[in-house]
């Protein structure tokens, strides 16, 4: 086991932590904790009873992990069959009781991200090769399966859900039991068991400082963007608004998002079934 011996890292004799283990100053592993051969834990990081930290996994200055997560455990997916996966998990981040987080497939460069500054409550699960933005609030039992792609300042409700190779933009909220399973667009709000577009996320973006001008701004996006009557000319929508707004970085943010490559729709405020 490797740390600097200068600082005080307090493990208890209850914790089983490979030699072979990584530790930065300050840590403490508390009762029953098991820490893997290939896990560096970083400065300043506080481990409560009975977490387990397994594969080639890094965890960020001053996080706290609290009883029985386990992190770093491999991929819940038929493709994996037994690759170095990775689990990065960044700085001063909180992870809940129950909180499952799997490294990465191939598929997806064998890396499962997390960002900086998030909270991740009881019993919620973060999948293989997913990507996590910073101050993320992912509330209880909250489900992000595979390749699933979360911006910054995203705000979920409890017990929601995102399907495999979806994205939800920065600044985005998902209400509470929604099912999302189509891109949501960076600063909207989606609810429903389908979730379904309701508008822009308003008090997230006053929250985060944005300009009552800019914030005006994107309303008029908005409003072209899923103007009903032109809902059949959703390309010509992005370019107007694209074209009408060139200095705005929000809807520059948001045109760039719906121009990525793929195969997935977006959700709409429209209906639940529709596809755009």
Not at 90 to 105: E, P, R
Not at 129 to 145: Q, T
Not at 169 to 198: C, D, E, M, N, Q
Not at 199 to 207: A, S
Request: with cysteine; charged share 20%; aromatic share 8%.
């Amino acid at each position: 086991m490797e740390h600097n011996k200068n600082y005080k890292t307090q493990i208890h004799p209850t914790a089983i932590v490979s030699s072979k283990a990584k530790l930065g100053i300050n840590v403490y592993i508390g009762p029953y904790c098991i820490i893997g051969p290939h896990v560096h834990i970083s400065d300043h990081v506080s481990l409560h009873d009975h977490v387990t930290i397994n594969g080639y996994t890094t965890i960020g200055d001053y996080t706290i992990v609290y009883p029985f997560a386990c992190l770093g455990d491999p991929p819940q997916d038929l493709s994996y069959h037994g690759e170095p996966s990775q689990l990065i998990i960044g700085s001063h981040n909180k992870i809940g009781h129950y909180v499952t987080m799997n490294g990465g497939t191939e598929n997806g460069g064998l890396i499962t991200r997390i960002g900086n500054y998030g909270i991740f409550m009881d019993g919620s699960h973060v999948a293989h090769n997913c990507e996590i933005g910073d101050y993320v609030v992912i509330p209880n039992h909250v489900l992000l399966a595979g390749h699933v792609k979360v911006g910054n300042n995203v705000v979920f409700g409890g017990a929601s859900s995102v399907v495999q190779n979806t994205r939800i933009g920065s600044g985005a909220f998902v209400t509470a039991h929604t099912l999302v399973s189509k891109h949501v667009i960076p600063y909207g709000i989606v609810s429903g068991f389908r979730a379904r577009l309701r508008g822009l996320n308003l008090t997230g973006m006053k929250r985060l400082h944005i300009s009552n001008r800019d914030i005006h701004i994107v309303r008029q996006a908005y409003k072209i963007l899923f103007d009903k009557s032109k809902e059949d000319l959703w390309k010509e929508s992005v370019k107007k608004i694209k074209n009408e707004f060139p200095d705005n970085p929000y809807v520059q943010e948001i045109v760039e998002f719906i121009e990525r490559p793929t195969k997935k729709a977006f959700c709409t405020p429209y209906s639940a079934e529709d596809d755009i």
